[in-house]
């Protein structure tokens, strides 16, 4: 068995929490939809810095403006199929994400914002790196909100990270929140008010990717 794990890290001005959970999946090729999403790429493409991102950080992206675009298509494009390959995932979180993606409708776009770009990967290599364990504080104790005031970010400011064998499946895993009653991630996720993103990627290990979304306001 190979484990996916997925994290939300949410600051507010007064307090700050974090929430985690781990889900464990066998190792299987992940099916992604056959068409692309062409308004998404071309809005990613003209994202500055966009070029200058790993594939695994362009896959982050993508599958998240995606779910944003067109929640319902990506519903059952990508998620159905991905419930087929993982039986266990098919709980009553995934009930409830399918109502959310219904009743959503569009959302923004995520623009990059090259800030929350270098600090992503910045963290993603740091933990990574050093095979340290997924946090969302680096591996020389610079926590999560240090890290935002470093990067720029006065305003609100959330971070989802996750480890998981490819980028779509991590977004998935994040979307259902599974065993995470508050499903801070989805919310996260689905939040209009949020409109600035960051993405890293770096290989942890041999065969998972540690991915970091830095969200933020606009600023």
């Known amino acids: 068995m190979r484990k996916t794990l997925s994290f939300l890290f949410l600051v507010v001005p007064v307090f700050s929490f974090s929430q985690w959970s781990v889900v464990e999946l066998e190792t299987k090729q992940v099916p992604e939809p056959v068409i692309r999403d062409a308004e998404v790429d071309r809005w990613n493409l003209s994202q500055p810095g966009y070029l200058l991102l790993s594939k695994e950080a362009?896959?982050?992206l993508y599958?998240?403006?995606?779910?944003?675009?067109?929640?319902?298509?990506?519903?059952d494009s990508a998620v159905v199929p991905i419930l087929r390959l993982f039986p266990s995932l098919n709980k009553q979180e995934a009930r409830s994400?399918?109502?959310a993606f219904s009743r959503v409708g569009?959302?923004?776009?995520?623009?990059?914002?090259?800030?929350?770009?270098?600090?992503?990967?910045?963290?993603?290599?740091?933990i990574a790196g050093k095979n340290a364990r997924p946090s969302?504080?680096?591996?020389?104790?610079?926590?999560?909100?240090?890290?935002?005031?470093?990067?720029?970010?006065?305003?609100?400011a959330n971070e989802n990270i996750s480890l998981s064998q490819s980028p779509l499946l991590a977004v998935v895993?994040?979307?259902?929140?599974?065993?995470?009653?508050?499903?801070?991630h989805r919310k996260t996720l689905l939040d209009p008010n949020l409109r600035e993103i960051g993405v890293g990627s770096a290989l942890y290990g041999?065969?998972?990717?540690?991915?970091?979304q830095d969200f933020a306001c606009q600023q």
């Not at 599958?63 to 519903?75: G, Q």
């Not at 569009?106 to 740091?126: G, I, M, R, Y």
């Not at 104790?141 to 609100?156: N, V």
């Open 58 to 60: 362009k896959g982050l």
């Open 63 to 75: 599958w998240t403006n995606f779910s944003r675009n067109n929640p319902k298509i990506f519903w």
């Open 97 to 99: 994400l399918e109502l």
């Open 106 to 126: 569009s959302l923004p776009l995520f623009t990059l914002n090259t800030q929350l770009v270098k600090t992503a990967q910045a963290h993603a290599a740091d």
């Open 136 to 156: 969302h504080t680096s591996t020389n104790g610079t926590d999560f909100g240090t890290r935002m005031k470093l990067a720029g970010i006065r305003k609100c």
């Open 173 to 184: 895993l994040l979307y259902l929140d599974i065993g995470l009653p508050e499903l801070g």
């Open 206 to 212: 041999k065969d998972q990717w540690f991915l970091v």
